[in-house]
């Protein structure tokens, strides 16, 4: 009898698991991640707009404004725009909606050590069941990566929790270097210190800066474009592409740089499968335009 109580039990649990294998995955992010709506459709994301406030007017990005209107508009603003964060309330009603049907979720949100939306995200997540929240532990391309790593995995049959702590484990090795031509909005937006951000105002010197861990710092600075584009080669060459994954390229109002500085990385990034995207509204109001980088796994 207890033998046959354990083949119940063990099929019990094998229908079970079988059961929650079988349910549709779905991969949400949100527009910090600088995925175009192109992009998103091709890889089967669901994007979840975020919010600026621009001269008192509320902007959905890249459903109320696009990534080229807003650096026009920022150029010619007296005022900075402001980045609004997801609240439980806002991720609660998307939680609902995306598992209305019986899926389960993976949303990766912006880096918590940048925005209170990732805290969002987990306390809607207890509300919704069958929703993984992931700290991507980066912004833009780096978010970007992670979630084409997501949609592959998805594809390949894995479960959302399963998902959700490969997802956790690459987020400790995305690392994403740009350049910005000044860093004023980093700091005014207080993502920098006013002391790593002195260097921004001086004539044809470019800041570099990397995220990494969630954190924004301060890599050097280079006087000059080309001279950038070597440095980060060098950089990116130091630290080790793992091409299995890929590479993000983003720029902001600079799409020529951006072809530039692939064209720098084209030895490092041979045999690698590569995207690109355009910096938008939330990512743009804190760099400004001009920005260029990359992103990618680092080697273990």
């Known amino acids: ?28 992010i949100d527009s910090s991640c600088d995925i175009s709506p192109k992009e998103a459709a091709e890889l089967g994301l669901t994007v979840v707009p975020m919010n600026i ?15 080229s209107e807003f650096f026009v508009k920022l150029e010619k603003a007296k005022s900075l725009p ?43 997540s207890r509300e919704v069941s069958g929703v993984y929240p992931v700290d991507s532990q980066s912004a833009t391309i780096g978010m970007a990566l992670l979630a084409k790593i997501a949609a592959n995995l998805r594809d390949s049959g ?17 690392m994403l270097i740009a350049y910005i031509p000044t860093l004023k909005y980093l700091v005014r937006g207080g993502r920098l210190s006013a002391t790593a951000g002195l260097v921004g105002g001086v004539m044809n010197v470019y800041p570099l800066i990397s995220v990494r ?14 001279a950038a584009h070597k440095e980060i080669a060098r950089l990116v060459g130091e630290y080790g592409i793992d091409k299995q994954y890929g590479v993000v390229f983003a ?11 692939k064209n720098s990385l084209e030895d490092l990034t041979e045999g690698s499968e590569l995207m690109d995207c355009e910096i938008g509204a939330v990512i743009g109001t804190h760099t400004g335009p001009g920005v260029v980088g990359v992103a990618f796994i680092m080697k273990r």
Do not use: C, W
Request: charged share 30%; net charge neutral.
């Open 251 to 261: 720029h902001g109002a600079a799409s020529e740089d951006m072809e530039a500085l």
């Open 158 to 174: 894995e479960s959302a929790q399963k998902i959700s702590k490969m997802l956790a484990e690459y987020s400790e090795r995305v």
């Open 213 to 226: 861990d969630g954190v924004i710092t301060s890599v050097g600075k280079t006087r000059g474009k080309k």
């Open 53 to 67: 406030t621009f001269e008192d007017q509320i902007y959905r990005q890249n459903v109320d404004i696009s990534s």
């Open 82 to 124: 402001m980045t609004t964060q997801l609240t439980p309330f806002d991720l609660e009603k998307v939680y609902r909606d995306a598992t209305a049907d019986g899926s389960e979720v993976v949303a990766i949100h912006l880096s918590s050590a940048l925005s209170g939306t990732y805290q969002s995200a987990y306390l809607a």
């Open 1 to 28: 009898m207890l033998a046959r109580a354990i083949d119940i039990l063990q099929d019990y649990y094998a229908k079970k698991e079988a059961s929650r294998k079988g349910r549709k995955v779905k991969i949400l």
